[in-house]
Every structure is written in C-alpha cells, then in structure tokens.
C-alpha cells in the first residue's frame, strides 16, 4: 500500500487526546497547525489531489449518530475517518468539496461507545436479514477507506476489538486498499471486510492510487486466514461495450483463488455507477480517459442527489437488463458467491 506522509497536520485542540498526540508524534517532518474546527480548513497548497496526499487533520467528531443502512449493513457507524488519500474518478465521499484530505477523528472510544448504546436499543435476538443472520452490522468506512485509516492510527484496530467482544454488533467495511497490518487484529469473524472488485484494465484507469486488482485478489485468503469475514464488492459496474467478457475474466481470477472453505460463505454485493455531474467537470481535467469509460449521456439518467448535486446513473431500463445479465453471469461462473443485493 503507498505510504501516507502528510507534510501538513492540522488539528483541532479536543483532538489532543493520546490517539492525537501519537498520530503527530507519527509523522515529526510534518508542519503542524492549530485550528478551529476540523470542518473549516484554512487556504490549503494544491490541487484537490495533492491535499489528498499532503493533508492530515486531526478533529473530535462531535455528531454520534447511527444511521439507518439496510444494504452493506444495518446501519453506518459514526465515521472513524472522512477523506480518503486514494483519488477514484466516481468517489462519493469527494463529491462536492474542492478538497477533501483525511480526517481523522481521535475519539474512537466515544464513536464506538454510541455504537453501543445505538445497538443496546435494538430488538434482541434479531431478525436474520441478508447483511447477518444473527448480529446487527455497522458500516465503519462509509466515508474513508478504513485500510488507509488502519495506517494512520490505532482506531481501526480498537474498533475491530471492540466488535470482536461485542456480543450483538458487528463491523463490515468495503476496500479497495490491502493493509497487511490489518492481519494482526484478531477479529475472530466478527469483522466483514468486502474487498472491492473491478476488471483489471478498468480498474487501472477508474481506481487511481488504490492497490491494484491482483493485490486485492491476493489478499483474499490472508485476511480470512486471519479471522476477517471476507466478501467482495463488485462495485462500481462500469457498463462500456464488451464489460461482460472483462467480468468473465474477473470472476474466473476469483474463482481461481479464493479457498475452497471461504467458497462456502463468501457472498458479494453489486452496485452499477453513479457517476456526478461536478465530478465529471473536475475529471475533465485530471483524468479524461476515466471520463470517457464513467461519462455515457447516452445511456445515463440524472436525477438531483439529496444534496443538491446532479448525481447521474444508468437509465433504468438498461439497468434492469445489464442486472440481469450480471447474475447470469455470476450464476455461470461463481455460482458459490451468493449476490446480496445488486442495484
Ligand atoms: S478508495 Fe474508496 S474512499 Fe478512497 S477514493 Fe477510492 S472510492 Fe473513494
């Protein structure tokens, strides 16, 4: 995985605790600046890409609320991070900000405490659904990539801990990083790590700064040799003339290298592109090939996000043809790898 080295760190005075105090002692060349509030940075050097790479900020998350999932988990935890150093053409956790480096939030034990509580308020033994059949699931990386997280400080790892012990909850993140300290944590399959999957020349051009698919495929049997809850996240589908043959190709490597016994409880998720209006503006610029594969008017829709924003995805439709033939597919191939939900 490429090292984070930030030549910046800002923090906010409450993120001061020991976690914070590490992760500046972690990085001694970097500058450090005092600041207010986490959520308004000062005039920073760079592009949105190189504040990516060049950019830590250390801040106390303040809202601890769990919200409401109901596909990759049951509900999404309070981020442990938001950013993420990785620069993905169609990443929803950019979307919308002129620069977005990571943060990091140092009060982990105060996160995971109203995980706690949150799932304390749930309805005990809970209905198996297709995120779980016995434990509640929290999303902990719906805004950050938790394997670049786990590189930064120990809050990744004390998380996966705190899973582990739980008796009702359990973590699920999805990656598109292989961070082999993760293999040291001990989850004792109380934690799901969903590798995220995309044909190889696709994923070259799309997933730009992240490991690439062979380290992903490889990692598979590491991480569940280590006690993770493996599955796979085929997401985004990129839809371009002859995709199919390029997931042929992709499920023959998973089928080639997954172990027998993870065969047998491996499930994937499925999720076609949503791409966004701003984002392909700044694309424009940065990465135009990935615009060409991600950009298909002709075949899109747009719909206004409930941010404001113009999100656009495959016209409908076309989509429910394209899923059909996906599970074709899936059912062709790697029948093993029940699909938990495609959209
Ligand atoms: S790895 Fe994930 S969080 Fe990071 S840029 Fe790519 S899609 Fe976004």
Redesign the pocket.
Known sequence: MQHFNPSTILYTPDALNERGKRALLTYPEAIQQEIKQHNRLPELEGNHYQV?SNVLVLGRLKTLVCRESGRSSDFIAPSLAN??????A?????RNKAVNPITLFTNTEEILLAVDKHVQQQAWPKVPNQTHAQFYTYDI?C???VS?DASISDSVETAVHFFREHPKAFATF????VNPQMLTYDPQGKTRIRF?LLPRKVSKLV????DSLEKRLAAINDFYQAGYDVHVNFSPVIVYEGWLDDYRELFEQLNEVVHPNLKKQMDCEVIFLTHNQWQHNINLSINPKAEDLIWAPEIQESKKSQFGGINIRYQYQLKAGWINDFRKLQQEVIPWCTIRYIF
Do not use: H, L
Request: hydrophobic share 25%; proline share 0%.
């Open positions: 990516k950013g993420c150093m990785g620069a993905c169609y990443c929803y956790v950019d990386g805004n950050s990539d670049v999805a990656t598109k990083f995220s997933d730009v700064r992240t």
